[in-house]
T-cell receptor
């Protein structure tokens, strides 16, 4: 089964609100990454957090990692309609394959 | 600096035909990964290659699927005798040889088997 499970599966919010997505995984990891995928398009890398880090920021994105609970969260602040996309977490053990979660579909209404 | 390139972007094949998907990694990248995405699902790892070498093919179906990354030219994912269940988006990603974890994805090839 897939390494990552994401919650919620779908999320609808108004522009300006914050969006929080959660990801849980099963085994020890080296790093966890978040990707965005617009409908019918490829994946765009958003942020990478290593297993020895607890929090990371990039612009309006904030990622946390709790290795004791094997979970991560992605917070998008002050959301925009252009943030509408599917968001995936992916875990890596080393430079090998990434194991992707099932994704959260975010819809931001203007 | 061009990103990861994949072609074709869309491919339609009849059952029983062969599908060849090509991936050119970013300049300076020598590690290539192939993933498959079924509709409404996340990506699933298929194979990890370096130049002239398959590192990990644990996600590849045992039959009909093969992958290569020759010394010269793009990486090729080959699906023989396609079936309807092979219809999916196939994504290629590349990384540098220096142990970076971030993978850069191509736009994908959408395969439809009729």
């Amino acid at each position: 089964s897939q390494q990552g499970e994401e919650d919620p599966q779908a999320l609808s919010i108004q522009e300006g609100e914050n969006a929080t997505m959660n990801c849980s995984y099963k085994t020890s990891i080296n790093n966890l990454q978040w990707y965005r995928q617009n409908s019918g398009r490829g994946l765009v890398h958003l942020i990478l957090i290593r297993s020895n880090e607890r929090e990371k920021h990039s612009g309006r994105l904030r990622v946390t990692l709790d290795t004791s609970k094997k979970s991560s969260s992605l917070l998008i602040t002050a959301s925009r309609a252009a943030d509408t996309a599917s968001y995936f977490c992916a875990t890596g053990v080393n430079t090998d394959k990434l194991i992707f979660g099932t994704g959260t579909r975010l819809q931001v209404f203007p | 600096n061009a990103g990861v390139m994949q072609n074709p972007r869309h491919l339609v094949r009849r059952r029983g035909q062969e599908a060849r998907l090509r991936c050119s990694p970013m300049k300076g990248h020598s590690h290539v990964y192939w993933y498959r995405q079924l509709p409404e699902e996340g990506l699933k790892f298929m194979v990890y290659l370096q130049k002239e070498n398959i590192i990990d093919e644990s996600g590849m179906p045992k039959e009909r699927f093969s992958a290569e990354f020759p010394k010269e030219g793009p990486s090729i994912l080959r699906i023989q005798q396609v079936v309807r269940g092979d219809s999916a988006a196939y994504f290629c990603a590349s990384t540098t040889p220096t142990g970076a974890y971030e993978q850069y994805f191509g736009p994908g090839t959408r395969l439809t088997v009729t």
